[in-house]
């Protein structure tokens, strides 16, 4: 039986795989560019329109919000990609993660912004407006930079997730980072790989995750 | 000065919340150059009908017209008029994440459309005006209470209002710091500046208001010179009011 070294840690097939991983981390990469600004720019969308005074506009909001969030992102994934071309609807690996991802980090962002908006005190709209600002202007330069600043490890910690969860991605057989991991350990009989691709990820994550605790810690003084 | 029109004219203003009616029927006017100031008890719609003078609330009823053009209009750009009406609060309000002058530029260049330079211009006269010429680069967290309603007090005047609407621009100051931001407003007036004051300081009412207004439930009551409504108030609801505000 070999060791575990020769198991787990088998440098010589890290080095072959690791051409193959770094193809996988740049998909990972473009994933992330994709889904983290249209995730935001969706959650952006759902917290300013839920300042709506219109019930009929911030109900469905709650739902969609709820929803997604209650979803499981796996199942979400599979439905979108295996379940829709049953309605006929062929859609792909990327558009299905590309969907799904934006469905579930949309309402996630959504409702870190929405809180975020609504920790700014009222009187701070009405000190814009009063000066003549108009309500998108008094949003975009007073409004949203306190809001942000609240919610910022908030906004992190959440940016961290989707990052994440971009490894659900492998299950259909997108090749960003897990999945050219898994494709490296069949191939090569040996799990160094997946090993490889845990100090990438780990990596990658760990200078947000040591930004996010000093932002916690900054907020927690804060207060 | 008599055949001047008034500066903000106000004609049967009605405002409820909800079944709630806060404002019952408000006929004022305010002249050029005059100091008006609102007196009332907690409740009796002062901070509502300040506030329906720039629409930051919608009136259900009446009239307003400021300098000239009907507020109420479907027509009127509401954000031309605003700019030309001043609003100090009670809580000063100001931006947080910007530095007193950054207060002060940002509705110069996002509404006013001045270049940077020309903005940094006005907002350091601005500040001088209120005596914190030395405190532009300070954020509002760095300045006193009576500071930071200066730089409100700034940021209103830098816009060149034609009338400035205060709501109890010294309630939530320090004692000792009171007196700085009523002499910027004995300034003001000095120069001329049109200005409606909601505020509880009978001494400063005494010495600089023109005209001091009762209200009560959502009325005016009486209104008159400071001597009459405070000296001889003509009302016993004034009397009641005034005696109690006397005692504190
Ligand atoms: N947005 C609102 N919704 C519902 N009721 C309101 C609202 N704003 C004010 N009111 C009510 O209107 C009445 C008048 O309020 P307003 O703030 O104008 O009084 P005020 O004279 O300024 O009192 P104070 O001296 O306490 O500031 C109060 O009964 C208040 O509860
Ligand atoms: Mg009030």
Redesign the pocket.
């Known amino acids: 039986m070999p060791g575990f070294a020769e198991t787990f840690l088998n440098l010589a097939i890290m080095q072959a795989a690791l051409p193959y991983l770094l193809q996988g981390l740049w998909t990972t990469l473009l994933l992330v560019a994709l889904v983290v600004p249209l995730g935001i720019a969706g959650g952006l969308a759902v917290a300013l329109l839920y300042r709506s005074p219109r019930r009929r506009v911030r109900w469905p909001l709650i739902l969609y919000v709820d929803f997604f969030r209650a979803f499981p992102p796996l199942v979400l994934l599979i439905f979108l990609y295996a379940g829709l071309p049953f309605a006929g609807l062929e859609i792909g690996a990327f558009t299905a993660v590309a969907i799904g991802f934006f469905l579930n980090t949309s309402a996630y962002y959504g409702e870190v912004l929405r809180a975020g908006i609504e920790s700014v005190p009222r009187g701070q709209m009405e000190a814009a407006r009063s000066t003549g600002l108009s309500a998108g202007r008094a949003m975009a330069w007073v409004i949203l930079p306190q809001a942000v600043r609240n919610v910022l490890p908030d906004l992190v910690g959440n940016t961290l997730e989707v990052v994440k969860l971009t490894s659900l991605a492998s299950v259909v057989a997108l090749p960003e980072l897990l999945f050219a991991a898994r494709q490296a350990q069949s191939l090569t009989y040996n799990p160094s790989p997946i090993v490889l691709a845990a100090v990438i990820y780990f990596v990658l994550l760990w200078p947000f995750v040591r930004l996010l605790s000093r932002l916690e810690h900054r907020m927690l003084a804060a207060r | 000065m008599t055949r001047e029109p008034p500066v903000l004219s106000i004609r049967g203003l009605r405002k409820s ?2 079944a ?1 009616e ?1 404002l019952r029927g408000i006929d004022l006017d305010v002249q050029p150059r005059e100091l008006v100031f609102v007196i ?10 300040l506030r329906c003078c720039n629409r930051l ?1 919608e009136p259900s009823n009446g009239s307003i017209h400021f300098d000239g053009t009907d507020i109420l209009s479907p027509r009127t750009d509401i954000n031309a008029v605003r700019r030309r009406i001043g609003m100090v609060f009670q809580n000063f309000n100001l931006y947080p994440h910007m530095t007193a002058a950054g207060n002060v530029m940002l509705a110069l260049r996002q509404v006013l459309k001045k270049d940077r330079r020309e903005a940094e211009a006005i907002a350091g006269e601005a500040l001088a005006r209120v005596g914190l010429a030395d405190k532009r680069g300070a954020y509002p967290n760095e300045l006193s209470g009576g500071q930071q309603q200066r730089v409100a007090i700034a940021r209103a005047l830098a816009l060149e209002p034609k009338a400035v609407l205060f ?2 621009p010294t309630s939530a100051l320090d004692p000792e710091l009171v007196g700085s931001v009523l002499q910027v407003m004995r300034d003001l007036r000095q120069a001329g500046m049109t200005m409606v004051v ?1 505020s509880h300081e009978m001494g400063f009412a005494r010495a600089a208001a023109d005209r001091v207004v009762f ?1 009560d439930q959502g009325e005016i009551v009486e209104q008159g010179p400071p001597d009459t409504v405070f000296g001889a108030p003509r009302h016993a609801r004034t009397r009641a009011f005034v005696e109690q505000i006397v005692r504190h």
């Open positions: 919340f909800g709630v806060v009332g008890p907690s409740g009796s719609g002062k901070s509502t009908l609330e709501d109890e909601v209200m």
